[in-house]
């Protein structure tokens, strides 16, 4: 009889995979599953990831108002995105320059005309200034201008709010716009969708108990979309060729089936194309990843945006807006169920083979190949082990 004993909590159990043997072209070795489930790798991720990557952590219009505040992480660090006095978005290390409490536990909220920690009372302008200290007039040497937050390099694109760890990242447009030529070869179909002018009209949170990496993996191919994804298949046919839009090459949009008037759950299309569309760009699905964090689809009337907060090692957060032009969602028959249906339901199925996959990791024969459909992951293969400095794929 034998035992097995389960790993402390904290120390990844050793792993043995049986030796490589040589594939051919058609198929390309996948991680080793180390990447996706050990603590020490995640604090890689959040260390050289998503500490040095522009990260999309919030809406915009979450913090209308001087004084409102988010409270988001970036990496291992809390970050308070917050609303200044002058209307602009400031981002500071959620952190106080007195003795390092954190400055906030709540989520959201507002902290009025000031921000003040509650442990000795120093307490910062929305601007980040340190005003006012208990005693400060008996403390000469406590220069309020060297006790500012920490800024966090804050930037806004399509709406939402982005934020920077790194002091010497390029603005986030450079990181960006690389993706989307790489993706569409051009900018200028992105930006006929205009994302930044359309509202929010409905959100979901998905709790995905997956690694982010998988999540983002999953975007990329659609080798799956035949198995898992019959109500997708049915509104984009040429999915079950195995390639989508993101493996499909430089530009690749995919066509709706011939019978449905819109990308919806009923197939029909219930609203006007977003201004600023061409004709081109009817009834096509277009699916974007901006690498850390963000998958877009673009779909001629409406847009759905995606945002992955990686929670822990094999958890992930998503979050998925669905995006309408402010003149549809202002009509009376205004009704987005439609068009959140069919995505709803191929997300829970996406999400389920991501929990899955995440599962089979836990087993020490864990390994397997990407075939051709799918050799498009090797892009983020590539770009994933340059940031953590494994260029080698192991
Ligand atoms: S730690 Fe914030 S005031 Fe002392
Ligand atoms: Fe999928």
Same mark, same amino acid.
């Given at each position: 009889m034998s035992t097995t004993t389960p790993a402390p909590p904290g120390r990844s159990l050793r792993r043995t995979r049986p030796p490589r043997r040589?594939?051919?072209?058609d198929l390309v070795p996948v991680l080793d599953g180390r990447y996706y489930t050990d603590p020490g790798w995640w604090e890689t991720d959040r260390r050289l990831v998503f500490e040095r990557s522009w990260l999309c952590v919030a809406?915009?219009?979450? %913090?209308?108002?001087?004084g409102d505040f988010v409270r988001v992480d970036a990496g291992a660090e809390s970050v308070l995105v917050v609303r200044g006095r002058d209307g602009q978005v400031h981002a500071y290390?959620?952190?106080?320059? #007195?003795?390092?409490? %954190? @400055?906030? @536990?709540?989520?959201r909220g507002s902290f009025g005309k000031r921000i003040r920690c !509650?442990? #000795?009372?120093?307490t910062y302008g929305?601007?980040?200034?340190? %005003?006012a200290a208990p005693n400060i007039h008996d403390?000469?040497?406590? !220069?309020k201008d060297d006790f500012g937050l920490h800024r966090v390099r804050v930037e806004q694109w399509l709406g939402y709010v982005w934020v920077n760890? $790194?002091?010497?990242?390029?603005?986030?447009r450079e990181q960006v716009r690389p993706q989307l030529l790489a993706r569409l070869g051009t900018e200028a179909t992105f930006d006929r969708y205009g994302i930044g002018d359309l509202a929010v009209g409905h959100t979901i949170t998905y709790d995905v108990a997956s690694n982010w990496k998988c999540v983002i993996e999953n975007f990329m191919e659609c080798y799956h979309c035949a198995s898992i994804h019959p109500e997708l298949t049915a509104a984009l046919p040429q999915f079950r060729s195995g390639y989508?839009? !993101?493996?499909?090459? %430089?530009?690749a949009g995919a066509a709706f089936a011939?019978?449905? =008037? =819109?990308?919806?759950r009923s197939g029909r299309a219930s609203r006007a194309p977003?201004?600023?569309?061409?004709?081109? $760009? $009817?009834r096509l699905f277009y699916g974007v990843i901006c690498r850390p964090n963000v998958f877009v689809i673009l779909v001629p009337d409406h847009v759905a945006f995606f945002r992955l907060e990686p929670v822990d090692v094999t958890h992930t957060r998503v979050t998925v807006d669905w995006l309408f032009s402010p003149d549809a969602m202002a009509?009376?028959?205004? $009704?987005?169920s439609d068009a959140v249906e069919i995505l709803d339901i191929t997300n829970r199925q996406d999400f389920d083979a991501c929990q899955r996959c995440q599962l089979g990791m836990?087993?020490?024969?864990y390994g397997g190949v990407l075939v051709p459909a799918e050799h498009v992951i090797t892009e983020f293969y590539d770009w994933y082990l340059t940031a953590v400095g494994e260029r080698e794929r192991s």
């Open positions: 040589a594939t051919g072209p809406r915009a219009d979450e %913090v209308p108002a001087a290390r959620n952190l106080c320059r #007195h003795r390092g409490a %954190v @400055l906030c @536990l709540e989520p !509650v442990y #000795h009372a120093w929305l601007d980040g200034r340190l %005003v403390m000469p040497d406590l !220069v760890l $790194d002091a010497a990242a390029e603005p986030l989508g839009t !993101v493996s499909g090459g %430089v530009g011939p019978t449905i =008037g =819109g990308f919806s977003l201004p600023g569309l061409l004709p081109e $760009d $009817d009509r009376q028959d205004f $009704d987005p836990r087993s020490s024969a």
